[in-house]
């Protein structure tokens, strides 16, 4: 009975928990404010708590879910129509690299060593602080950076050129079910599609794993392979 109770308790604080976050927005963790943060900390205490003690009550728990995640779509939509506050209590983007140089008050006061930002940059394929025009530290934590004009990537605006839009890939199957609403949008029918897997040597829809085609007309397609042993073909 006790591990009934308990999986009773889960499934209902994670079916309730999963409509809240669904009703306030969804955002990755790492791009979460500092308050958000703190909720997500609070809320998994609250439920960590009322799980590890099946004698605790269970529905104060629900309502302190309830609750603090309420304060927190509160206080989120009170920093939308406050940037003042918003200044006070999150942390807004900070220059930490200004003009080529390390803006030491900045970091000092973000507690931001020079290691971590080193290691940003190389993962960002900057290993030469030359290149480096301005670096910020976002509200989530992670470095955005603006090169120097002459460390840019040519594009082809540089060189006067005007490219055709490339649009996107809508995927018209999808292991083996065709996607007809994607192929109304092309303006094609399964005819047209047959006769482009024709052209890859496939006779039905169902070998297919994954097929798409972009608005321009480029066809990919991915068949279903029944593979063996990896190893037997590729050495790793």
Not at 26 to 50: N, Q
Not at 56 to 74: K, R
Not at 82 to 110: E, W, Y
Not at 198 to 212: K, N, P
Request: aromatic fraction near 8%; charged fraction near 20%; charge should be positive.
């Amino acid at each position: 009975m006790l591990y009934l109770i308990i999986t009773l308790r889960i499934i209902s604080v994670m079916a309730l928990f999963l409509f809240l976050i669904l009703k306030t927005g969804r955002r990755k963790i790492a791009e979460l404010p500092i308050y958000d943060f703190i909720s997500v900390i609070v809320i998994a205490s609250v439920i960590g708590a009322d799980i590890a003690e099946p004698n605790i009550p269970h529905l104060p728990v629900l309502f302190a879910v309830v609750l603090i995640v309420a304060l927190q779509y509160l206080v989120s939509s009170l920093l939308i129509n406050n940037k003042k506050i918003a200044r006070k209590i999150t942390f807004g983007p900070t220059v930490i690299i200004q003009n080529g140089q390390f803006v030491k008050s900045n970091m000092k006061r973000l507690k931001y060593p020079i290691e971590n930002v080193l290691m940003a940059l190389r993962e960002k394929d900057i290993f030469d602080l030359n290149e480096v025009e301005y670096a910020i530290v976002e509200g989530s934590g992670s470095i955005s950076v603006l090169k120097k004009p002459q460390f840019l990537p040519l594009t082809p605006s540089d060189m006067k050129l005007k490219p055709n839009t490339k649009g996107l890939s809508l995927p018209l199957i999808i292991d083996g079910q065709v996607q007809d609403s994607n192929l109304q949008q092309l303006k094609r029918d399964r005819s047209w599609l047959a006769s482009q897997l024709d052209q890859a040597g496939i006779h039905d829809f169902s070998e297919v794993f994954y097929a798409d085609c972009t608005m321009e007309g480029r066809f990919f397609v991915s068949k279903i392979l029944q593979a063996k042993d990896f190893n037997d073909n590729f050495t790793l």
